[in-house]
């Protein structure tokens, strides 16, 4: 399965095609708008999200309600274009136009400074465009269109905001994948202990009244996943590297980790591996998940726990110093519109992310033209695991 994305902020949609979905996967636009909406969601979502109400288009690959193994066209019109008609025009414009809203004094963490050298852009505009998270619209769409094929082979992913702005949210132990799913839903900022939720909902308030952003870690979790997906024969077929590239590829992530992660540089390897148990009714087992369900880049049937760290969202409305590309002169960065937070929508980003990298990977080890020949082949699969 393989997809690209296009589209500006401000131009008048978003595209997708993604090739190498099986036939015979039910799909509906609501499967997809439903992650549409929760990415547009969420406590600390600025004013763009009220202009917008994403809805998709289906325009290829999908009859009758079923996939046909063809290319899936995905198109999100951005409503917003309609006050960019000659900003963002195909065509070229009078000059006087142009300046409009041309961007010369680069936001300091965003695209914008180092995309004008490389494509040598007079207007650094160009650059915010396609660098915009608006983007992430369609890579929820696309991983939309991945959890189905999840679903269908029992395979369910959650995730919930783990650190608010340095604020640490105290997570309860034992909690399972639907629990997560159940409690994160409920709340307005993707975390799982409620009890902190009014005192973070004061803390984005504040930030926002300070013009400031704040970022923060999500943590992603998987459960169901088949053992041994992805490969240690070869350093670029090892699953967890596959998804730490695609976590730090959404917009504004800086890192990523797996299970214990950075804080096994802190334990004994006796504090770390987790002991290896059988039993009758599950086959093989651990005593723990501190490797957060990779052994040698492959899954180990574990739940998948990957953690994301976000940095603030660049564009502020109390903009930091910057210089001006014309005059070369120190200036204020360019203010545009932005969002105090958008750690509950990159949560649902991360999802969308870490779901695609799974279901490709799925795609590519078992037999999967159709949906019933992919369901009998990973059924087969996990039989012989059992009785390993
Ligand atoms: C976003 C769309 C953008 C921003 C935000 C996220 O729309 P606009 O530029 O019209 O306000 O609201 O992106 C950024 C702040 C950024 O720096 O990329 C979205 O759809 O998520």
Do not use: C
Not at 65 to 85: E, F, R, S
Not at 90 to 97: A, K, M
Not at 225 to 242: E, F, H, M, R, T
């Amino acid at each position: 399965m393989r997809y690209l994305t296009a589209g500006e902020s401000h131009g008048p949609r978003l595209t997708a095609i993604i090739e190498g979905v099986p036939a015979g996967l039910s799909l509906t636009v609501e499967d997809i708008n439903v992650d549409l909406k929760r990415r547009q969601g969420g406590y600390g979502r600025g004013g763009r999200m009220k202009i917008e109400s994403d809805q998709v288009e289906i325009t290829s690959g999908v009859r009758h309600g079923k996939t046909t193994g063809a290319p899936i066209t995905l198109h999100v019109v951005n409503k917003d274009h309609q006050k960019w008609l000659d900003i963002m025009s195909v065509e070229d414009i009078e000059d006087r136009l142009k300046s409009k809203r041309r961007i010369a004094r680069p936001r300091p963490g965003h695209a914008d400074l180092v995309g004008g050298m490389k494509y040598r852009f007079d207007d650094l505009r160009n650059s915010l465009e396609r660098s915009s998270a608006r983007e992430t619209t369609m890579r929820v769409a696309i991983g939309a269109v991945a959890k189905r094929i999840l679903t269908e082979l029992s395979i369910e992913i959650a995730n919930h905001v783990v650190v608010f702005g340095g604020k640490v949210i105290d997570v309860p132990e034992g909690l399972t994948v639907s629990h997560i799913k159940e409690l994160a839903k409920e709340s307005e900022i993707s975390v799982v202990n409620r009890e902190r939720e009014q005192e973070i909902k004061d803390y984005i308030d504040q930030i926002k009244r300070e013009g400031d952003t704040i970022g923060g870690v999500i943590e992603t979790v998987v459960g169901g996943v088949p053992v041994g997906l992805g490969s240690y024969v070869q350093w670029d077929k090892k699953l967890d590297a596959k998804l730490a590239q695609a976590v730090v590829s959404i917009n504004a992530f800086k890192g990523v980790e797996f299970g214990m992660g950075f804080q096994a540089g802190h334990h004994k390897g006796s504090e770390v591996m987790d002991e290896i148990l059988w039993n009758e009714e599950e086959g093989y087992t651990r005593r723990t998940n501190h490797l957060g369900g990779f052994e040698g880049g492959m899954t180990n049937g574990q739940p998948l726990v990957i953690r994301g760290v976000m940095k603030p969202i660049p564009t502020l409305y109390k903009p930091l110093m910057s210089v001006d590309i014309d005059t070369h002169e120190p200036y204020k960065a360019t203010v545009e519109r932005s969002d105090p937070t958008a750690l509950p929508a990159a949560g649902v980003v991360m999802e969308a992310v870490v779901a695609t990298v799974l279901a490709q990977e799925i795609l590519e080890k078992f037999s999967s033209d159709n949906m019933e020949e992919l369901k009998a082949a990973v059924q087969s699969h996990r039989t012989f695991v059992r009785n390993f």
